[in-house]
């Protein structure tokens, strides 16, 4: 069925685009395939079929905003930055170089921790920017077909993050799916961005938390993963640091190792003191980029946001959960709001965020029931490990800190953290309980758009 899916697929994509655009599309689809089936030593049937659906459903959605951005002859869809800046900024870089190794030496001379220039993601656009060239291809759809490679390999780590919860290979396969197809995941996995790269490497880095011992090449492995997603995003890699000392606390059982931890901790903390104050100005900078790109900038989420920020602790929490509901009502996007000219930002295309709103509401109305509930918490007991409560404490923080941006696409990976916290709940609190909370979650999900109404009117 796959492979049927994978033939009709690529008869719309030469439709859509052009033969040449078909056969870069079968190459990465045998390419992933065959990296999952090199790296996935375990459950390799699984895995290699998580990668061709997760890289199919991706595609087709691809495909169908390609189409609709030919059709309304757009010059792009759903996210700016891709014109304003990473296709402007690729073709820079293939334009003024000689040849690929020569691009790749401009882009690393070019390269400062602080500047935002995010080399990671400019040298995978740069391969995919070179494909288009030699291969005639519209370079807005090898980049997208750049994310929607980088995005398929999610659900692999997500579902050896559910074996490492107690879920059986059946379960982890759909699960994982579910959660790619359902969740903000795919959406982002097909758009110009970073998100889905910084996402993959977030859940990379904290699959290693999950390690029931020590060993020391892991926190090499560690350190590389930040480094490297440093250089997508440099705030999102310096956040990942904290995992280091999460690692060193879970597998070191000893008084005398437990220094190690307090040590590496402090050393940790001295370097980035160290580097903040000599990049103090450079860090402003950036500080106040983000807070125009995300907080400020954000005119429909704005409000609301500015409201639930007046109120000290309980409105952050309060923002954390509006964010994740966006669109509020479900189908905000598919029109553009008054002020705005973007139409191609803001029409039927937008409808995985409508699908990602109501699986991000129930999962959080299935949480706060466990929350408050002591019997639900009683029947999922010795199910919940202690890396992932690790993991659901750093996810807060991680969302706590971020509660006053507009926006999905960086808090991906964490929570996929609190998606598996759902299902373990969601398998452990019987038939009764399930429904009610079902049926609760449905019928306060509708109340919520017709609040969302209300307000918007």
Request: glycine fraction near 4%; aromatic fraction near 18%.
């Amino acid at each position: 069925m796959r492979y049927i899916l994978l033939f009709i697929l690529l008869l719309f994509g030469i439709i859509v685009a052009d033969f040449s655009s078909a056969i870069i599309m079968l190459f990465l689809f045998v390419l992933g395939t065959i990296i999952v089936q090199i790296s996935f030593r375990s459950n390799r049937s699984y895995q290699i079929k998580l990668f061709q659906l997760s890289f199919l459903s991706t595609l087709l959605f691809v495909l169908l905003c390609y189409e609709y951005m030919q059709y309304h002859n757009y010059e792009y869809l759903l996210g700016i930055d891709s014109i304003n800046a990473f296709i402007p900024k690729t073709m820079s870089y293939i334009e003024s170089s000689d040849g690929f190794f020569s691009s790749i030496k401009a882009l690393f001379e070019d390269y400062n921790l602080f500047d935002r220039s995010y080399v990671g993601y400019s040298f995978g656009a740069i391969i995919f920017g070179y494909i288009s060239v030699i291969y005639d291809i519209d370079i807005y759809l090898s980049l997208q077909l750049y994310s929607v490679f980088v995005g398929a390999f999610i659900p692999n780590i997500l579902f050896i993050l559910f074996k490492k919860n107690g879920f059986d290979n059946l379960k982890s396969f759909k699960y994982s799916l579910l959660v790619f197809i359902l969740s903000p995941l795919l959406l982002f996995s097909s758009m110009i961005a970073r998100d889905a790269h910084v996402a993959l490497l977030y859940l990379i880095a904290i699959n290693f938390i999950f390690t029931e011992e020590f060993k020391f090449k892991n926190i090499l492995y560690l350190v590389l993963i930040i480094f490297i997603c440093t250089l997508f995003r440099p705030e999102s890699g310096l956040f990942l640091l904290v995992l280091i000392p999460a690692y060193l606390l879970l597998t070191l059982h000893n008084k005398r190792q437990r220094v190690v931890v307090i040590l590496s901790s402090l050393v940790i903390i001295i370097g980035l003191a160290s580097l903040a104050a000599t990049n103090h100005n450079t860090i402003s900078f950036l500080f106040e980029a983000n807070q125009e790109n995300y907080v400020e900038g954000v005119a429909e989420g704005s409000g609301m946001i500015a409201t639930f920020q007046r109120v000290p602790v309980i409105g952050d929490f309060v923002s954390i959960i509006y964010n994740a509901v966006q669109p509020l009502p479900f189908w905000a996007h598919f029109t553009v709001p008054k002020g705005s000219d973007r139409i191609e930002m803001y029409n039927i295309m937008t409808f995985p965020k409508s699908i990602s709103s109501f699986f991000n509401w129930f999962v959080i109305v299935y949480i706060l029931f466990w929350i408050f509930s002591k019997r639900l918490r009683r029947n999922t007991k010795g199910y919940i490990s202690k890396p992932l409560k690790f993991q659901l404490w750093i996810g807060l923080v991680f969302l706590y800190m971020q509660s006053a941006v507009i926006s999905q696409r960086r808090l991906m990976a964490y929570y996929c953290m609190f998606y598996i916290l759902f299902f373990i709940i969601y398998n452990h609190i019987g038939a009764k309980n399930k429904k009610q909370i079902t049926i609760t979650a449905i019928f306060s999900f509708i109340a919520l758009q017709i609040i969302g109404i209300i307000y918007l009117a």
